[in-house]
């Protein structure tokens, strides 16, 4: 797999990473979902694009070719976060019990802010990278043509 591919798969892995994390930001306070039930923070896994071990046997190899093995990235998932819902007392709510407890998503505002940033080094480092084996390219065919 060439560089720019592997770049542009990391940076469809990362922008969705991003959009799971503003839905956990924007339902923080979702006491109801469609269904009925709080609204429960999710995360993604992500890793290697086909078989881990397959790529490291070929890296291995008494000859290992330009790339072997590389495929960039994948999204294996998204997963719900195993945090119980966190109870707020607020009897003026509709949505209050009858001790006047209100169920709300466990959502840990500065965990998904730091995962946000962490996403989005992670996304320009790989712009970064795209750009450089843009320019890379550019460069070959201009030393072609001499």
Not at 12 to 18: G, K, L, P, Q
């Amino acid at each position: 797999m060439k560089a720019a591919e592997i770049s542009l798969s990391a940076l469809d892995v990362e922008w969705r990473r991003i959009e799971i994390i503003a839905q956990n930001l924007a339902n923080a306070n979702t006491t109801r979902t469609a269904d009925g039930s709080v609204y429960r923070p999710r995360h993604l896994i992500s890793g290697p694009a086909g078989d881990f071990r397959a790529m490291l046997d070929a890296t291995h190899a008494a000859e290992p070719t330009a790339a072997s093995g590389l495929r960039g990235v994948a999204v294996y998932g998204i997963e719900f976060q195993n945090r119980p819902s966190r109870y707020v007392y607020d009897p003026d709510s509709a949505e209050a019990d009858a001790r006047g407890m209100v169920s709300l998503p466990n959502v840990d505002e500065a965990r998904e802010m730091t995962s946000l940033i962490k996403t989005e080094r992670a996304y320009e480092a790989n712009l970064a990278a795209l750009n450089i084996a843009r320019q890379m390219y550019a460069k070959a065919l201009e030393l072609g043509k001499a």
